[in-house]
């Protein structure tokens, strides 16, 4: 079994930063590709960041140049570091992961729970 748990999201001004933390814990052999994604209501879920393996990093044109994704790989944690945060940045944020439990077993995607970001004035 494979747990995801987000933290760092809460209420900002608009300006303001937040730094969100994904922790994943459990039957981990590898993680593979890992993203941000983001909903807000009435929204489709979209994907915010992401980065890969090698470390190859992807962003939404809408948070290119205020956000950035990172990664621990010995603390199989993922960061996303957002600043110059705006009103429509608000949504609950949900980490993805992709694991491979063991050797013997196929790469499966997990999701967790969600942290609440709100921006407003």
């Known amino acids: 079994q494979v747990q995801l748990v987000e933290s760092g999201g809460g209420q900002v001004q608009p300006g303001e930063s937040l730094r969100l933390s994904c922790v994943a814990s459990?039957?981990?052999?590898?993680?593979?590709?890992m993203a941000w994604y983001r909903q807000a209501p009435g929204n489709q879920r979209e994907l915010v960041a992401q980065?890969?393996?090698?470390?190859?990093?992807n962003y939404a044109d809408s948070v290119k140049g205020r956000f950035t994704i990172s990664r621990d790989s010995a603390k199989n944690t993922m960061y996303l570091q957002m600043n110059s945060l705006k009103p429509e940045d608000t949504a609950v944020y949900l980490c993805n992961v992709h694991v491979r439990s063991s050797r013997l077993t196929p790469i499966i995607p997990y999701w967790g729970q969600g942290t609440q970001v709100t921006v407003s004035s």
């Open positions: 980065i890969t393996s090698d470390g190859f990093t």
């Open positions: 459990g039957r981990i052999s590898d993680i593979y590709g």
